[in-house]
């Protein structure tokens, strides 16, 4: 591979999914960095300058061996750009099976690195993610009582973070409890030291605030590999002389014409519709059972959407409640309902992108990864928050050469009146 690599990237970081990558480059943002998130690995050079790259991959809930060998292609990507530091970011509940994948791409990327210490900490205070003694809260529960101990694909039944992790690596791992963390840099570089001679090549650390991820910052300055939740992001930019600063937020002027499509059936965003249709703006309800029924409700919401679009933004919605939702998955089955509108929704996207709208609203997890892929988006840059953990980003697609802005709203984010305060925020 050709190296061009920006003279500007510090933290190259492997995300091991889509929403986290992006949660975890919105606070790199809020602390300062101008950040790029791909949609998995590159095949090219990164196309513009930034202080960290986080590469989105979909490696939390596979084979191990697979996961291992997406990070690895993810590292010698962020090595070939520059990358300073390396940041391994798993969910902040430290969601894995006994059999990984947070251990295995560790030791994975360790190896590659030839670095003999780490941390591993899934602390993110300000989202009630906290680890004392090595145990893992979730606001004022321990994990195992959180709700999380009957997650469908990785049930977190030991809250005690030392033993699940150790439960995943043939590395000894340790602690840096937060009687040390309290004391700061030198302490934490002590335990540190301790801790190696000891035999211990990777430690779980202990925050219960920012304050704790502050003071933790300044011990990780010369770590080859960090592993954390997105959390301790909040700490690393200024071990690079970078505090936070509004222009990182920065993106191309928006001018275009503006939308809103959303296939998620969360509360919020049946809020969020309910509230945009209340405000007297056009809204358009997309039928799963009509797109069964093989009508091309794709071509009829661009027909419907190119009368309206010039006076203000649309809406093309999915979103029903539950009773609804659960009728339509007796009549077409969970996922072939799933699927139908996603790549309705996903088709509409592009179709609209066509039309000339350039401010893009989607709403919904898994719908957004079906429009992202669909208008063929391959980076975004990251800029301001409109609500916590949902930022405008700004993207190349084919259908938009120059360039669209587009926020991707995961179901129970953002508060009602978002979709008419994400445009105004995009003016901003
Ligand atoms: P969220 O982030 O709220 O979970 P997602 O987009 O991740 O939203 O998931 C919503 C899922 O529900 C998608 O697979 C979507 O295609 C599907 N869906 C959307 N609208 C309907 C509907 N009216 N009936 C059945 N399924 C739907």
């Not at 697979?66 to 530091?85: F, N, T």
């Not at 309800?285 to 091309?296: E, N």
């Not at 997890?365 to 669909?374: D, P, R, W």
Request: hydrophobic share 45%; charged share 15%.
């Amino acid at each position: 591979m050709t190296t061009h690599a920006p003279a500007t990237l510090r933290i190259g970081c492997i995300a091991d999914d889509f929403t986290g990558a992006t949660d975890l480059a919105n606070n790199l943002v809020r602390a300062g960095m101008r950040v790029v998130q791909t949609i998995g690995v590159p095949d090219g050079p990164l196309d513009t300058e930034a202080d960290a790259v986080v590469v989105a991959l979909k490696s939390r809930t596979v084979a191990p061996a697979e996961a291992v060998a997406q990070s690895l292609q993810a590292l010698a990507w962020l090595r070939d750009q520059g990358a300073q530091q390396i940041y391994f970011k798993y969910c902040s509940t430290f969601d894995s099976t006994p059999q990984g994948n947070i251990g295995p791409v560790t030791d994975a990327l360790m190896d590659a690195l030839g670095s003999d210490f780490t941390i591993a900490t899934p602390a993110f205070p300000d989202n009630k993610r906290t680890v004392f003694k090595g145990y893992l809260f979730a606001g004022d529960v321990l994990l195992n009582e959180s709700g999380m101990q009957n997650h469908p694909l990785t049930p977190m039944t030991d809250p005690n973070l030392v033993r699940v992790l150790q439960a995943q690596t043939a590395r000894q791992v340790g602690l840096i409890d937060h009687a040390v963390v309290a004391r700061g840099e030198a302490a934490i570089r002590e335990r540190i030291a301790a801790l190696r001679e000891q035999g211990v090549s990777i430690a779980i650390v202990d925050a219960v605030s920012n304050d704790d991820l502050l003071r933790l910052g300044p011990a990780l300055r010369d770590m080859a590999l960090v592993t954390a939740g997105s959390g301790v992001a909040i700490a690393l930019p200024a071990n690079f002389g970078i505090a936070p600063s509004s222009q990182a937020a920065v993106l191309p002027p928006a001018s275009g014409l503006k939308a809103i499509v959303s296939g998620s059936c969360s509360v919020a965003t049946n809020q969020q519709v309910m509230h945009f249709i209340q405000s007297g703006r056009p809204a358009l309800a997309i039928d799963p059972l009509r797109i069964a029924a093989g009508v091309d409700v794709c071509a009829e919401a661009l027909a419907w959407a190119g009368d309206k679009i010039a006076g203000g933004p649309v809406l093309i919605y999915s979103t029903a409640d539950t009773s609804a939702v659960k009728s339509i998955q007796s009549k077409l089955g969970v996922e072939a309902a799933g699927t139908l509108v996603e790549q309705t929704i996903a088709g509409i996207a592009r179709g609209l992108v066509e039309l000339g709208v350039r401010q893009l609203v989607v709403a919904g997890g898994e719908t957004s990864g079906a429009c992202v892929q669909a208008l063929e988006i391959a980076q975004m840059r990251i800029g301001g928050q409109i609500d916590p953990g949902v930022p405008w980003c700004h993207a190349l697609a084919p259908a938009a050469p120059d360039g669209l802005h587009i926020t991707l709203k995961s179901g129970n984010f953002g508060t009602a009146d978002f979709f008419t305060k994400a445009f105004a925020a995009c003016a901003a």
